[in-house]
Nanobody, 121 residues
Framework: QVQLVESGGGLVKPGGSLRLSCAAS????????MAWYRQAPGKERELVAV???????NYADSVKGRFTISRDNAKNTVYLQMNSLKPEDTAVYYC???????????????WGQGTQVTVSS
């Protein structure tokens, strides 16, 4: 099993910044990718950013130029630096990874518990 623990959410004013962190632990053999999703009230969960094992990244159009995803491979930790935050960024942010454990042959998806980000004046 893989456990994901997120931190860094909170309340911030429009134009402000936050940095989310997500640490993966457990019997990890290989991580294929790590990603951040978000879900606003009444909306479907959407992909915000993803970073694959080679370091390539991809972002939702709505956050390009404002958010940066990065990863510390030694710590199995992924970060999401969020700048120029807008009220429409308000959501619960979830960490996601597709990983193989020592016990499994095929990779599985794992999710964190979510962290609330609220952008409001």
């Amino acid at each position: 099993q893989v456990q994901l623990v997120e931190s860094g959410g909170g309340l911030v004013k429009p134009g402000g910044s936050l940095r989310l962190s997500c640490a993966a632990s457990g019997s990890i053999y290989r991580i294929n990718y790590m990603a951040w999703y978000r879900q606003a009230p009444g909306k479907e969960r959407e992909l915000v950013a993803v970073i694959i094992s080679g370091g390539n990244t991809n972002y939702a159009d709505s956050v390009k130029g404002r958010f940066t995803i990065s990863r510390d491979n030694a710590k199995n930790t992924v970060y999401l630096q969020m700048n120029s935050l807008k009220p429409e960024d308000t959501a619960v942010y979830y960490c996601n990874t597709r990983a193989m454990t020592i016990a499994t042959i095929t990779p599985n998806d794992y999710w964190g518990q979510g962290t609330q980000v609220t952008v409001s004046s």
